[in-house]
């Protein structure tokens, strides 16, 4: 249990930290990681960050670790679907870029092009976002359990 709470605070830190940078816009981010490659510091940051929200939201969540409604157990599935896309937020956004540093330009084919671009973004807001949506809807079965308990 202690680990459990150790790896949520962990990962909440992480998500705090990853979403200052990412606000204010803070230069570390476009920082190289080495001389020879073009690795920014940024998409190991973001990537951390994708991955720390739903990991807190699900380590944060006794019922969505142990789900006992059937609609529990869907939004338990659906953020450890989530998870899985955040941890692979990287490699598949590295695919659509053809590139680490996620730049895209104006050409006309998919990878590195403006319909892949799209796509980054959608998955880029689609992780975090779903992620809230779900929290979201757990607090609402919480709340509705609860005051068909109490009424």
């Keep these: 249990m202690k680990n459990r709470k150790l790896w949520f605070l962990g990962s909440l830190v992480i998500f705090m ?22 690795i920014p510091w940024g998409t190991i940051i973001t990537w951390l960050g994708m991955i720390s929200l739903p990991l807190s939201f699900y380590l944060s ?57 799209k796509w980054f973004w959608r998955y880029s807001y689609g992780v975090p976002i779903a992620s809230i949506l779900i929290l979201i809807a757990y607090w609402t079965t919480r709340i509705v359990a609860y005051m068909r308990r109490n009424l």
Excluded at 65 to 74: A, F, I, M, V
Excluded at 81 to 108: H, K, M, Q, T, V
Aim: aromatic content about 8%; glycine content about 8%; hydrophobic content about 50%.
């Design 61 to 117: 969540a006794k019922k969505l670790r142990h789900p006992d409604s059937s609609l529990e157990s869907y939004l338990s599935k659906s953020l450890k679907a989530i998870l899985i896309l955040a941890i692979l937020w990287a490699p598949i956004c590295y695919l659509l870029a053809g590139n680490i540093a996620f730049n895209f330009s104006g050409s006309e084919g998919f990878q590195g092009g403006q319909i892949a671009m």
């Design 17 to 38: 930290a990853v979403l200052t940078l990412l606000i204010t816009g803070s230069p570390i981010l476009d920082v190289s990681m080495s001389k020879t490659a073009n």
